[in-house]
């Protein structure tokens, strides 16, 4: 008999990004019920995730090319506390459905004892007695027998115990907690805007509703919810875990930059690295109870210390999943103040930065189309951030990324983007190398034209002036709907 699961967990089944099932559902080759998949449809479509013939534990563990395996065994267990409990209510779970089981195996001899009763009264002389009778046994026979499990069902319950889902509400998103990982770290992981301040329990501003499953606490907190929140479910998502295998939240998430409030944030350096002759890497580490809430994409001010009180806007490199540690990405300019200090080598670890923002609107937005990322030079800094959210969105059909670089070590960030691409199938990375801004940009339009001919795909632009506005002329030209590129114009 076929189970139905969600479209994200029947990814994680089959071991495929979630984009590619969207993109299936799309085209009519999946059919959803309520928003669910049959497990049915995921075998035939994705026969490699069904299990071994042999024992049911082994058959879990030792998967056909052990894809499956080697997902679980990579998943960071949670703590043993929330692991028995989510086992727990899994068993609860199985035992309410085997106690409903046995009630109705009862109903049902009882049932058939009745009718032969019955029929014993009559004399055995009507043949409706005798009818129902055989359709009973034959019915509890087949009932009774025993018929191969559906793999794809014991693997979500697998699943439940060591990874749970959650389901956001009123917006539908889902992701699912895995490790230790709170509630935010693990909708913030998954891409997700949740709001939050603190993540360290002290603000409340990531309190969240749960409407149904169990959770657990996982950190301390010291924001005092009220009893009448209590009650109602409310719980904070940065200092509690999912107990159960499904968890629903209610909760609002912010829906583009202008949710995002203002920071001044005191951070500090925690590294500084060379990237190329003229690209230099500096981290930044925020307070652990005073984090950088930000948007993929977006820019902060760097504030430093020293008498002549120099500011600088960057693009912030990094993932806003981790928002304790901040990548920049700087190019070698005399008429920025960052650039000067981290090329002095003025600017050491340890040292104070002050960071205002976020800023900027050039961020992702939530689109069913394939992805293309095109960055000239630390254009790829926003780019790299932009990437890092739509992996952990993992809702793309596909990612296309085009670098140019004007200088012939400018592609300082090639290994990641060759690893993305040997690790992903839905990943194309290109590289490309001209000193002239303008004409790389035309290459790499023309690149695109050949790679993405007729397919309808939302168009991220990222770097100097010439380039942001020679490949944007260009996609226009080529029939892209305005509203399909995005673009950020840095110095
Ligand atoms: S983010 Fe401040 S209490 Fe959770």
């Known amino acids: 008999m076929a189970h139905w699961v969600t479209v994200w967990r ?5 071991g495929v990004p979630r984009g590619a099932l969207q993109q299936r559902v799309r085209s009519g080759e999946i059919e959803l019920h309520d928003g669910l998949v049959s497990t049915e449809t995921l075998l035939a479509l994705y026969p490699q995730a069904r299990l071994e013939e042999s024992g049911l534990l082994e058959r879990v563990v030792q998967i056909r090319d052990e894809a499956f395996g080697k997902r679980l065994r990579e998943r960071v267990l949670p703590s043993q506390e929330v692991l028995s409990q989510r086992l727990f209510h899994q068993s609860q779970e199985l035992a309410d459905v085997q106690r409903h089981l046995q009630r109705y195996h009862a109903l049902v001899l009882s049932l058939r004892e009745r009718l032969r009763a019955l029929d014993a009264e009559a004399g055995g002389s009507d043949p409706r007695f005798t009818e129902v ?21 014991v693997m979500d319950d697998m699943l439940k115990v060591v990874s749970a889902q959650v389901t956001v509400r009123p917006s539908g998103h889902q992701f699912t907690v895995e490790g ?6 693990a909708g913030m992981k998954a891409g997700l805007k949740l709001n939050y301040g603190c993540g360290n329990g002290s603000c409340g501003m990531c309190k969240v509703r749960v409407t149904s499953g169990q959770v657990a606490r ?25 107990a159960s295998g499904e968890l629903t939240l209610e909760t609002l998430e912010a829906g583009g930059p202008e949710d995002i409030p203002a920071q001044t944030i005191v951070t500090s350096v925690r590294a500084v690295r060379t990237l190329a002759p003229d690209t230099m890497l500096l981290h930044l580490q925020t307070p652990r109870t005073h984090r950088l809430r930000f948007l993929a994409g977006q820019s902060v001010t760097l504030g430093l210390a020293g008498g002549d009180d120099a500011h600088a806007t960057h693009p912030v490199a990094s993932c806003p999943c981790d ?17 000067v200090r981290l090329f002095g080598e003025a600017l050491k670890p340890g040292d104070p930065v ?15 189309l394939p992805l293309v990322f095109a960055a000239c030079d630390t254009g790829f800094a926003p780019i790299k951030s932009l990437v890092d959210h739509a992996l952990s969105l993992d809702a793309a059909p596909s990612i296309a990324l085009f670098w140019l670089a004007t200088r012939p070590d400018g592609h300082f960030m090639a290994n990641q983007c060759r690893a993305w691409s040997e690790a992903l199938d839905t990943f194309e990375y290109s590289a490309f190398t001209h000193e002239d801004a303008a004409v790389g940009a035309g290459q790499v339009a023309t690149a695109m034209r050949a790679d993405l001919f007729g397919i309808d795909s939302a168009f991220y632009v990222a770097g100097p002036a010439p380039f942001v506005t020679a490949l944007c002329a260009d996609l226009l030209a ?9 673009s950020e114009v840095l110095p």
């Open 133 to 153: 009778l055989h359709q009973l046994s034959d019915g509890l026979a087949r009932a009774l027998a025993t018929e191969p499990v559906d793999v794809l069902d």
């Open 354 to 368: 002050t960071v205002h923002g976020p800023q900027g609107r050039f961020v992702l937005d939530e689109t069913p």
């Open 180 to 185: 230790r990982d709170s509630l935010l770290q």
């Open 218 to 242: 996982c950190m301390h907190s010291d924001y005092p919810l009220s009893e009448t929140e209590k009650a109602q479910g409310y719980v904070l998502a940065c200092a509690h875990t999912a």
């Open 323 to 339: 928002d304790r540690n901040l990548l920049f990405y700087v190019p070698r300019r005399a008429d920025d103040a960052l650039a």
């Open 10 to 14: 029947a990814a994680q089944l089959v």
């Open 478 to 486: 080529a029939g892209v709907p305005p509203p399909q590129i995005r």
